[in-house]
């Protein structure tokens, strides 16, 4: 119940595409969906965070889809771009836990 | 700009040696992660702090690893005796508590491990 799926596991698109990733949860207690970003190298990054309580949140070229009663949620990177070849990671949270619970991982290539 | 820092950043040492990873975290932040990152395991969640008192340390192997906070400045995690199977990129996190709104947790740049 604490897992966080996430797909697909590795995606590659083409610059100025759009660019989507998949998370699914069990735990209706999750009240905090963050998105990281990981470089190479890097720690990950917060990225965008959405709260259940909204349906879509989006920060310049990155949007964040919730659907809570599917328990799914997704990020949309409109425009992709090379600079944006990473890793993603969602996470989910509830304030009555203990810390992030992460996905497994989206390695994220985006082709000139 | 605050940031978490590791020590050290990479770390190669043969098995059966002691290990130990040092992490500083954000001035004021009360909630300190260590995490392991693996290809196959992804970012798994070892031990975390709240005012430098352990929280929960589930995800820890508790016969070779120990995580401390000597103080509010200094988190350690040590691994004795390493194995090959500790291999990993291994990182720190700090966060205010609770660590979600805008006050996500701050990743270090991690220690990357190599057991021989």
């Known amino acids: 119940q604490q897992q966080v799926k996430q797909s697909p596991q590795s995606l590659i698109v083409q610059k100025g595409g759009i660019s989507i990733i998949n998370c699914a949860y069990e735990?209706?207690?999750?009240?905090?969906f963050p998105w990281y970003q990981q470089f190479p190298g890097k720690g990950p990054a917060l990225l965008i965070a959405i709260r259940p309580d909204v349906s879509e949140k989006k920060e310049g070229r990155f949007t964040i889809s919730f659907n809570k009663s599917a328990k799914q949620f997704s990020l949309h990177i409109m425009d992709s771009q090379p600079g944006d070849s990473a890793t993603y990671f969602c996470?989910?949270?509830?304030?009555?836990?203990?810390?992030?619970?992460f996905g497994k991982g989206t390695t994220l290539s985006v082709s000139s | 700009d605050a940031r978490v820092t590791q020590t050290p950043r990479h770390k190669v040492t043969e098995m059966g040696q002691e290990v130990t990873m040092r992490c500083q975290p954000i001035l004021g932040h009360n909630t300190v992660f260590w995490y392991r990152q693996t290809m196959m395991q992804g970012l798994e969640l070892l031990a975390y702090f709240r005012n430098r008192a352990p929280l929960d340390d589930s995800g820890m192997p508790k016969d070779r690893f120990s995580a401390e906070m000597p103080d509010a400045t200094l988190a350690t995690l040590k691994i004795q005796p390493s194995e090959p199977r500790d291999s990993a990129v291994y990182f720190c996190?700090?966060?205010?508590?609770?660590?979600?709104?805008?006050?996500?947790?701050?990743f270090g740049d991690g220690t990357r491990l190599s057991i021989l």
């Open positions: 996470a989910a949270f509830n304030q009555a836990g203990t810390a992030l619970i």
């Open positions: 735990n209706t207690a999750f009240d905090y």
């Open positions: 996190a700090s966060g205010p508590q609770p660590s979600y709104s805008n006050q996500p947790q701050h």
